[in-house]
């Protein structure tokens, strides 16, 4: 028996976490994933949820798994070879893996909806900031509701799979500021040491 906010749903562990608000395209062929394919699609809203693997491999399972992931729904599908399909999907909210179920067919958890931080406006101290303010009135993310912003900035950067689930993760406005700036230093850091000394 399950609460409104707590669901089971079919689980696709990967290698990097999906964002609220961000397209991911993915490619199905494995036998366990084209079986929770061919279920999700005899749904009206075909939904999964996304989590990072922290160990292991994306293909035969025996992988370790986070616990905050993302659920997703499909945008789009193709079948590319026989057998295996692309698909793309779009993160919608936060979820909390609350227990792993059996695997067979396919991964499957108990889940429950986890709510972004509230973002009270943009004048809000946690929210504002000389380097994301500036970002965030920037023309890609000026339309962008705020509470999505941090999400969609992360997936238009070269950002790492760990540095990602660190953003998706954090419980608080402040701490995904946090995230951010220290990914922002980070990717400063980077683009010094690449530029050639100059005379």
């Known amino acids: 028996m399950t609460d409104a906010s707590t669901s089971s749903i079919a689980m696709f562990p990967l290698g990097r976490p999906c964002l609220p608000g961000e397209l991911l395209p993915l490619r199905i062929f494995e036998p366990r994933?084209?079986?929770?394919?061919?279920?999700?699609?005899?749904?009206?809203?075909?939904?999964?949820?996304?989590?990072?693997?922290d160990r292991g491999s994306?293909?035969?399972?025996?992988?370790?798994?986070r616990s905050i992931g993302t659920s997703v729904a499909v945008v789009s599908i193709e079948e590319v070879a026989p057998n295996q399909f692309g698909l793309v999907v779009i993160g919608r909210e936060r979820i909390r893996v609350l227990q792993w179920l059996d695997d067979d067919p396919y991964p499957r958890a108990l889940v429950e909806?986890?709510?972004?931080?509230?973002?009270?406006?943009?004048?809000?101290?946690?929210?504002?900031?000389?380097?994301?303010?500036?970002?965030?009135?920037?023309?890609?993310?000026?339309?962008?509701p705020l509470e999505q912003k941090l999400f969609t900035l992360a997936s238009m950067l070269p950002i790492g799979a760990l540095d990602l689930q660190s953003l998706l993760e954090a419980d608080s406005v402040r701490a995904q500021r946090s995230v951010m700036e220290e990914i922002l230093h980070h990717l400063e850091d980077l683009a010094r040491f690449d530029d050639p000394p100059t005379e």
């Open 33 to 53: 994933y084209l079986s929770m394919l061919r279920d999700l699609l005899a749904t009206p809203d075909p939904q999964f949820g996304v989590v990072l693997i």
């Open 58 to 65: 994306e293909v035969g399972g025996g992988d370790v798994r």
């Open 113 to 144: 909806d986890w709510p972004a931080p509230i973002y009270i406006g943009a004048d809000d101290p946690d929210s504002s900031g000389d380097r994301l303010g500036q970002l965030f009135d920037s023309d890609s993310l000026k339309h962008v």
